[in-house]
């Protein structure tokens, strides 16, 4: 079982950019895939965009879609963690945004949050006009 920690969040301006963390601790911690999913309130969780253990990647189209924004997913072993760097945002990019683990996750799945079992707390992001 892993344990997951965000970090990172806060306020940007419009057109600003965040990078925020997920510390994956626990029982081979570098062996399931992990995502990072985005919730605004009043809507549904989104999967935003996901690495496996061999660091395949994955991506949301409403972000692929975006030519002014761009959100880029890595995995550091050597510390843990996988990160999110956010550019160009926007204000409908506000939200809170968890990352979450599991294993056995295949490609199609990988930004689906049912197929994931573990979850962090959440980190907030907001993006100002």
């Known amino acids: 079982q892993v344990h997951l920690v965000e970090s990172g969040g806060g306020s940007v301006q419009a057109g600003g950019s965040l990078k925020i963390s997920c510390v994956v601790s626990?029982?081979?911690?570098?062996?399931?895939?992990v995502a990072w999913f985005r919730q605004s309130p009043g809507q549904e969780r989104e999967g935003v965009a996901a690495?496996?253990?061999?660091?395949?990647?994955?991506?949301?189209?409403s972000v692929l879609d975006r030519f002014t924004i761009s959100f880029t997913i890595s995995k550091d072993n050597t510390e843990k963690t996988v990160y999110l760097q956010m550019s160009g945002l926007r204000p409908e990019d506000t939200g809170m945004y968890y990352c979450?683990?599991?294993?056995?996750?295949?490609?199609?799945?990988?930004?689906?949050?049912?197929?994931?079992?573990?979850w962090g707390q959440g980190t907030q992001v907001t993006v100002t006009s």
């Open positions: 979450a683990a599991g294993e056995g996750i295949s490609w199609w799945e990988l930004l689906r949050s049912d197929a994931y079992v573990t």
């Open positions: 626990g029982d081979n911690p570098l062996t399931p895939a």
């Open positions: 690495i496996d253990y061999v660091k395949i990647t994955k991506y949301a189209d």
